[in-house]
């Protein structure tokens, strides 16, 4: 075994990614495919919505005029010619002193310029004058009112959606409102994850002797999703050289995670095979923990990323390199999905300069950060325990106590903090 002679900077080994790693290109899905995809170009409405005017509560169409005057002493009386309802509307033109009784929803009638709400009138049955009834109008009401009209939510030729877009339920909607079946979305990168160690048993099984159970391929699973990507996941790898190199070999993907094996030791053989099968662009990377992270390339195109087995580094090498290149992949930005806001320390937090630190921070009760204790590279709970993390930079020796510091929470509000509580 032999260390580590050199590190790459944190900052290099992300400008490397930036200048290797592209978007995969577009492609269409359908409207119930879509959700959480990113929009690969703008999208511009076909059509206006609604694309005629509509009531926007039951009552009755009228001409606005001839309710002028109209109060509770003196009701004006309008002859009821038709009804319109939703999907089925009055062929008829309301004319002068006319009313068509219409619900919510329902087209306007030609000739009517306003809908005159139905608890401010009083409905009457049928007569020898107005053989279908007539309704008392006891408010007067200005034309155009409670009247949707056309294109008032959206104007057609107008661009409802961005480009990069990460579509949510609502914009889903508002595509099928506008007539649009297929979408044209970033294509969504296929990420293999290789699990390797001979002391790994399968997620979820009860810890044996020296043997733990796999922790790493849910988290990386549940990261590449985050990050708009497709997991494949096939089981844990032993450590044996031939079983890696085949299963490194396998084609069938856009990106491959290795966890395990990424160091100098006896049974880490990732960092050669990755070398021999290809290029090995980055292995040992300054920053803290993870630093036996690394990269490299498969046919010059389909990253490769070396994570640690520990726990916590798999998830910071992750998220400091990996999660960058999934991302660009996806269409998606790059920088970290995690909400953040500046919080001042309670405690002096230290660092070595030299590296990049990433270091396991809460929120205390008096609202300011304070590291979490227990932080070690195995220790999984660190990160559960933790509001979220903060990076030192690695020409920094840290952060006395008091100071203002960016924190990247894991959850879109720090565990029993209310917003606006954060120093």
Do not use: W
């Not at 985050?226 to 490194?248: C, H, M, N, V, Y």
């Not at 809460?362 to 195995?378: D, F, R």
């Amino acid at each position: 075994m032999k260390g580590f002679h050199s590190r790459t900077e944190l900052r290099e080994a992300i400008q490397i990614l930036q200048s290797r790693v592209a978007s995969l290109g577009h492609e269409k899905v359908p409207l119930e495919k879509s959700f959480n995809r990113v929009l690969a170009q703008s999208l511009v409405a076909p059509v206006a919505v609604p694309h005629f005017d509509r009531a926007a509560m039951d009552g009755y169409a009228v001409k606005g005029e001839d309710t002028f005057g109209a109060d509770q002493l003196n009701p004006r009386e309008l002859e009821i010619v038709g009804e319109s309802m939703p999907g089925n509307p009055c062929a008829l033109a309301t004319g002068e002193n006319q009313a068509v009784r219409i619900m919510t929803g329902a087209k306007i009638p030609q000739g009517a310029n306003a809908v005159i709400p139905a608890e401010v009138t009083q409905e009457l049955p049928p007569s020898r004058q107005f053989p279908f009834g007539s309704v008392q109008v006891f408010q007067a009401m200005a034309p155009g009112k409670n009247i949707g009209k056309t294109g008032e939510d959206v104007k057609a030729g107008s661009t409802i959606l961005e480009k990069g877009r990460v579509l949510r339920p609502q914009d889903v909607g508002l595509i099928s409102s506008v007539g649009i079946r297929e979408i044209p979305v970033f294509a969504s990168p296929k990420v293999r994850i290789l699990i390797t160690g001979n002391e790994i048993l399968p997620a979820g099984s009860p810890p044996e002797k020296e043997k733990i159970a796999d922790s790493n391929s849910l988290t990386l699973r549940g990261l590449v999703q985050r990050d708009g990507g497709q997991a494949i996941f096939e089981g844990i790898i032993p450590d044996d050289s031939q079983t890696l190199e085949k299963a490194l070999s396998e084609h069938g993907s856009d990106l491959v995670l290795i966890s395990g094996g990424s160091s100098v030791g006896k049974e880490d053989h990732a960092p050669a095979l990755l070398k021999k099968l290809g290029e090995l662009a980055v292995h040992g990377v300054g920053m803290r923990p993870a630093s036996p992270a690394g990269f490299g390339f498969l046919e010059s195109r389909i990253p490769v990323f070396l994570l640690p087995g520990n726990p916590v580094s798999c998830l910071c090498a992750y998220d400091l390199l990996a999660s960058m290149a999934v991302r660009k992949m996806a269409g998606l930005p790059i920088e970290l999905p995690y909400p953040r806001a500046m919080v001042k320390t309670g405690k002096k937090i230290v660092s070595a300069v030299g590296r990049v630190d990433y270091v396991r921070v809460k929120i205390a009760t008096n609202g300011l950060l304070e590291p979490v204790v227990g932080s070690g590279a195995s220790n999984l709970s660190s990160t559960t325990r933790a509001d979220g993390f903060i990076l030192i930079d690695q020409d920094s020796e840290g952060f006395p106590e008091g100071t203002p510091v960016l924190v990247y929470f894991y959850d879109s509000t720090p565990r029993g903090h209310e917003a606006g509580t954060i120093s």
